[in-house]
């Protein structure tokens, strides 16, 4: 049998489908959709190996609809045209059964090619279900963002990977017949970082690599396994791992470290923009008002790699990284935000006060809207001390400015403005 352990045990229906319960437990999002028989088309967003290909053959499955599948990395406009076709012949228009037409990595499809989606999708000729391990606002065109659902794929808990595990050794009708103990899991676990069609590859590899009784330990996995995992890989652990070192060593304040990541995803043909909107991330998350000059910086970085490529954009990617790594740090405005969205689910939508609302109208006016506001460029040095906050909020502070030169001056500046209104 030449078929993988991830494709035999592969779930056919959302009761053997592990995790995503917010998706398809009893009250999730897709199951109620399936069982009103009505199927938006959706952008399936998650890290790689948890099952968004999977999750799409359930649902044409269980709401009895025929399926069409391409990959965006081998698959063209015109491939793309033929599959419309054969849908538009298989199913009616707007009805409950329109074909499914899944798109597995649709964030590598060119704007052409998701421009050749737009009409199937808008007239019913199809139903699209697109996966993509990327963020769909950066990588799907909004005209067709706008016409898909996004639901979001939770990385499995190791519960859920251990059970899944389990549901091989049961299940499987190659290893179920082995006499196989699995006595210890973190090295699988930890090699296949989350990833559950890398899992299973390598407890296949494991399982089937002599005969007679297996005990399965650590020490067994990593024996049996190659040590040397440093070779990069787009869609999986290291993608995740690399990145991370990437930016930890720019926030860090180490332009070498920077670097030597920054070359790992270059050799391993990393997408510039991919590492171009982490350096954008970066210089307003790590940097912020600490130097300004860092966001514009990022963002010229991004607007010409994504004209130029590779190579060349490796000279520019380098001197953008070891510029924020050099750069002074602040996180302020990070934590400013992060405190008022907590504020805000805290409290919920609190009333505008009237003098800060807008009043277009006579009748908003009579009701004193905008009353008693204070327009601020009639004041000495621009500015009039008035409330901007709810009432229930008064006196909140959210932003705290950073120990650097730049945000020291934004402090005594707000300090003298303010009168300790806020505590700077």
């Not at 005990?215 to 990069?232: F, G, H, L, P, S």
């Not at 009579?366 to 460029?377: I, Q, R, S, V």
């Amino acid at each position: 049998m030449n078929e993988p352990l991830a494709e035999r045990i592969r779930p056919k229906s959302l009761n053997d489908y592990i995790s995503q319960q917010h998706l398809v437990g009893e009250k999730g999002y897709l199951t109620q959709h399936i069982k009103r028989g009505i199927i938006p088309s959706l952008i399936l967003w998650g890290p790689p190996g948890i099952g968004k290909t999977t999750l799409a053959n359930i649902i044409a499955t269980e709401s009895k609809r025929p399926f069409y599948s391409l990959s965006a990395i081998n698959s063209g406009v015109k491939d793309v045209r033929d599959v419309i076709d054969k849908a538009k012949q298989s199913g009616g228009l707007f009805t409950t059964k329109n074909p499914i037409l899944f798109i597995d990595e649709i964030h590598r499809f060119s704007k052409s090619q998701q421009d050749s989606l737009l009409g199937a999708v808008e007239k019913g000729w199809v139903t699209l279900i697109g996966a993509t391990t990327e963020n769909p606002s950066f990588e799907v065109i909004p005209a067709l963002l706008s016409r898909c659902q996004v639901y979001i794929l939770n990385s499995f808990e190791k519960n859920d990977l251990i059970d899944l595990l389990n549901r091989a050794l049961e299940k499987d009708e190659i290893l179920s017949k082995k006499n196989i103990d699995l006595k210890e899991t973190e090295a699988l676990l930890r090699l296949s970082g989350g990833d559950a069609r890398k899992l299973l590859n390598i407890f296949e590899l494991i399982a089937t690599s002599e005969t007679g009784d297996i005990v399965i330990t650590n020490d067994y996995v990593m024996e049996r396994v190659q040590k040397n995992m440093a070779r990069y890989d787009k869609t999986g652990e290291q993608h995740y791992d690399i990145i991370s070192a990437f930016i930890k060593s720019i926030r860090g304040s180490d332009p070498n470290g920077a670097v030597y990541w920054l070359a790992r995803m270059i050799e391993g043909g990393e997408d510039v923009k991919f590492i171009a909107r982490r350096l954008l991330i970066a210089a307003s998350e790590d940097i912020g008002n600490a130097n300004p000059t860092a966001l514009i910086m990022a963002n010229n970085t991004f607007q010409a790699v994504s004209t130029i490529g590779y190579p060349e954009s490796r000279i520019l990617l380098s001197q953008c990284a070891i510029y924020l790594a050099n750069s002074p740090k602040s996180n302020s405005s990070y934590e400013a935000i992060g405190k008022a969205q907590q504020i805000v689910r805290e409290t919920g939508d609190l009333s505008v006060p009237l003098h800060l609302r807008n009043a277009p109208t006579k009748l908003m006016k009579d009701l004193d809207y905008g009353k008693d506001y204070k327009y601020a460029h009639s004041y000495e040095n621009n500015f009039a001390e008035q409330e901007f906050l709810p009432n229930e909020i008064s006196n909140t502070r959210f932003y705290d400015p950073g120990n650097n030169s730049r945000e020291l001056s934004f402090r005594e500046r707000l300090n003298k403005l303010w009168k300790g209104k806020y505590g700077y």
